[in-house]
């Protein structure tokens, strides 16, 4: 089930600077997104959402962008902090599913160098 | 904050025997979700619970697995017959709606 992609298995910035995590999606029912963040041993941590209906939500340092027509949606960070280092994942569902099931990508591993 | 909880956090078995995990969901929250993640692997989707009844299941989710919601709080994967492919970090989430889920800490479930 490839639904949900994210190609980077990881990726390496230096602190301060931008990180930028991308992931692309088939199923063009899908009409909402959220990213998590994952340490080892622990559950995802919900980070932010985008509902189909917009095209960027932002959270502090968090911002997310939503390509519908190329079916891509990216996190940007900013600025990347040391404690961002983590494992990202996105997700996608259709909330007019009676289910509300989440499809994750394979995650992003992020380290962020002093 | 509110957090969903999960035990134990590590569970070890033999292959063929039953195991319970169990989870505490958000209190106000009315859906409630297992996922399973195997080692070096993504994050799957197990089953989806809503009004005292599955509202979804993968096909992972075969005869040998079931959930409940034995009383107002926990909520309760079984597997009856456990195999060596069995082995995974399960993660219990739950929601106020069809929108953000949040994650338990997860079991790490070990069949030997």
């Known amino acids: 089930d490839q639904q949900v992609k994210q190609n980077s298995p990881s990726l390496s910035v230096q602190e301060g600077r931008i990180s930028i995590l991308n992931c692309d999606y088939t199923?063009?029912?899908?009409?909402?997104f959220l990213w998590y963040k994952k340490y080892p041993a622990e559950g995802p941590t919900f980070l932010i959402s985008?509902?189909?209906?917009?095209d960027k939500n932002e959270d502090g340092r968090f911002t997310v962008f939503l390509n519908k027509s190329a079916k891509h949606l990216s996190l940007h960070i900013v600025p990347s902090q040391p404690g961002d280092s983590a494992v990202y994942f996105c997700a996608a569902s259709r909330r007019g599913s009676q289910g509300g099931k989440l499809i994750f990508g394979q995650g992003t591993e992020l380290s962020v160098k002093p | 904050e509110p957090e969903v909880t999960q035990t134990p956090s590590h569970q070890v078995t033999q292959m063929g025997q039953e195991v319970i995990l169990r989870c505490v969901p958000i209190s106000n929250h009315l859906y409630f979700y297992w996922y399973r993640q195997i080692l070096g692997q993504k994050v799957e989707f197990l089953v989806s619970f809503y009004n005292n009844e599955i509202s979804e299941k993968s096909e992972i989710f075969d005869d040998q697995f079931s959930v409940e919601r034995p009383d107002g709080s926990n909520f309760t994967l079984k597997i009856r017959s456990t195999k060596l492919e069995d082995s995974a970090m399960y993660f219990c989430?739950?929601?106020?709606?069809?929108?953000?889920?949040?994650f338990g800490p997860g079991t790490r479930l070990t069949v030997l």
């Open positions: 985008i509902s189909s209906i917009k």
């Open positions: 199923n063009s029912m899908f009409d909402y």
């Open positions: 989430a739950s929601s106020e709606a069809v929108a953000v889920e949040f």
